[in-house]
């Protein structure tokens, strides 16, 4: 049994209905809606926590392709070792821009978006923005993706207008009429060992023209539960690539949807 199929075994009915619970209750409310139509169906690469191997060996991946990806950062996690892996130095952050690739905010502490009350994580997205001036002058964070879980509704209402559109998880793609404060995506590592679920997605995200928009942390030989290999990721870069799909970063994807009403 792999890990991760561990980690949902030990799961218990309450945590499963806790988390259907959050997540329902949070995709209900502070909507703010936005039609997904475009010409042709849009992919996605984004990485949680922003692990250094995401940059280095996923990001070189992606380049390999012509193509960029989004790196949430939590700015207060910089140079640590986590759960998820080497995180980032505050040097890498002027490398993701370089390389065409975009940062997005990931609030600075790294914030449980449930279990944080929704003032003291606007303050941790304040927090990283004033970080992140201090390594780079004149960048802004576009887009935050919620670490952890779905986000309160009250925070999806406190953060609403600080960002582009803010995203979470929830193993599905976008289409029909999404949501700017609560975007789906879908997180590789879960599927890391079923090659056939993540062309499955992309096929239907093909025939529904939606946005799918993946997710993971750390791609390494080694990977924590919460990343995947190396050779997986290109696999699903290389798929993505032959499926017609068109390839953006996220706050560029938002841009060609809005282009489109």
């Not at 042709?40 to 690469?45: D, E, M, Q």
């Not at 946005?211 to 080694?222: E, G, K, M, Q």
Request: charged residues 25%; contains cysteine.
């Amino acid at each position: 049994m792999s890990a991760i199929a561990q980690i949902r075994s030990r799961r218990s009915p309450w945590s499963r209905f806790r988390g259907y619970y959050q997540r329902k209750s949070a995709s209900l409310v502070f909507r703010r809606p936005l039609p997904v139509n475009p010409v042709r169906p849009l992919i996605s690469f984004t990485f949680d926590d922003f692990p250094r191997s995401a940059l280095f060996t996923a990001g070189s991946i992606l380049r390999q392709f012509g193509l960029a990806g989004t790196y949430y950062a939590a700015l207060g996690l910089a140079g640590r070792e986590t759960a998820t892996g080497e995180i980032f130095f505050p040097e890498d952050l002027s490398v993701v821009i370089e390389q065409g690739h975009e940062l997005g905010c990931h609030t600075f502490s790294h914030c449980h978006s449930w279990q944080t009350d929704p003032r003291t994580f606007e303050k941790s997205v304040v927090e990283n923005q004033a970080a992140l001036n201090l390594v780079l002058p004149g960048v802004e964070f576009k887009t935050l993706s919620y670490p952890i879980s779905p986000p309160r509704p009250r925070t999806k209402a406190r953060i609403a207008n600080r960002f582009m559109c803010c995203r979470e998880g929830g193993q599905k793609f976008n289409t029909g009429i999404a949501d700017l404060n609560q975007l789906s995506a879908y997180f590789l590592e879960k599927s890391r060992d079923n090659f056939a679920a993540v062309k499955e997605v992309i096929d239907r995200n093909q025939e529904a023209r939606g946005w799918l928009i993946f997710a993971t942390h750390d791609v390494s030989d080694n990977p924590t539960p919460y990343g995947c290999r190396p050779e997986f990721f290109r696999a699903v870069v290389e798929y993505t690539v032959n499926s017609g799909a068109e390839t953006a970063v996220v706050s560029r994807a938002l841009e060609i949807l809005k282009d489109r009403q």
